[in-house]
Structure formats: structure tokens, C-alpha cells
């Protein structure tokens, strides 16, 4: 389909399963070729393959929820890791506060596997580019 709207290059986005400890349970669900998966085999469970270990959106974006907390990302729900509220203290204070910043020394030193939004995230999985030709043999 997108060979036929003229686009040279497309995204993949690959299948994400939700309990990476079960593994023969999630095995059929993943693409044959293992080049697809974001996912690699450890000691009978899944664990992400990962181009680089830290998070680059700790530092460089900004997810506000509804009500002013200010959370790591996207994947963050029910403010489970909110860092503080921007309603009720200036964002540049909440921003580079000590929360985040604890945060961010966690993540960014080994502790992703700990936590468990960061465990599953795609944040440093390489890009499933394939171009036009490897999608028509």
C-alpha cells in the first residue's frame, strides 16, 4: 500500500507484548524472522533488543497530563512516575528538580529493567526501515 502512494521509505512498527516473562506463550505471536522482533531471548524470557540502554526523551521531552503532573513520557499512565505538578509549581522548577533528576540517573545507569514502563518501552530499539525493494521479493 505504500509502494502504491508513492512513498519511498516506511516504519514498521513492531509487535509489543505485554508479559515479556512468558515467553512460549508470546513466541507465536512474533514474526518469524527475528531481524523483526524487538524482542530477544534471555534465559526463557523476553528482553528488549536495544541499539543503546538510556533514554533520550528524559531529556528532551515533556509529557503534562491533564491535570499538571508532569510524567517521564508517554507510556507513563495514571501518574504512577509524576515528577511533580506544574499547576502548582513553576515547570522550569519541576523540570530540573531533584525527582527527575533521580529518575533519570536510574534509567539512564542500568535501572530500565526495574521499572516497569521502561522495560517494555521502544525508546533505543533500532528502526525497522525496509526499503521498496525488500518489501516486493
Not at 534471555?42 to 536495544?50: A, D, I
Not at 528538580?97 to 533500532?126: A, S
Request: charged share 30%; glycine share 6%.
Amino acid at each position: 500500500m505504500a509502494l502504491a502512494w508513492g512513498c519511498d521509505k516506511f516504519l514498521f512498527k513492531t509487535y509489543k507484548i505485554n508479559n515479556m516473562d512468558d515467553y512460549d506463550g508470546a513466541v507465536d505471536l512474533l514474526p518469524d524472522d527475528t531481524d523483526l522482533r524487538r524482542y530477544i531471548r534471555v534465559n526463557g524470557r523476553l528482553e528488549m533488543n536495544r541499539s543503546r540502554n538510556s533514554c533520550r526523551r528524559l531529556a528532551y521531552s515533556a509529557t503534562v497530563a491533564w491535570n499538571g503532573e508532569l510524567l517521564p513520557c508517554c507510556f507513563s499512565v495514571n501518574d504512577f512516575h509524576s515528577f511533580g505538578n506544574v499547576f502548582q509549581q513553576p515547570f522550569r522548577d519541576v523540570w530540573r528538580g531533584r525527582t527527575i533528576r533521580e529518575f533519570q540517573r536510574v534509567v539512564n545507569n542500568g535501572g530500565r529493567d526495574r521499572i516497569p514502563m521502561c522495560r517494555n518501552c521502544t525508546e533505543g530499539l533500532k528502526r525497522l526501515y525496509l526499503p521498496p525493494k525488500l518489501v516486493c521479493r
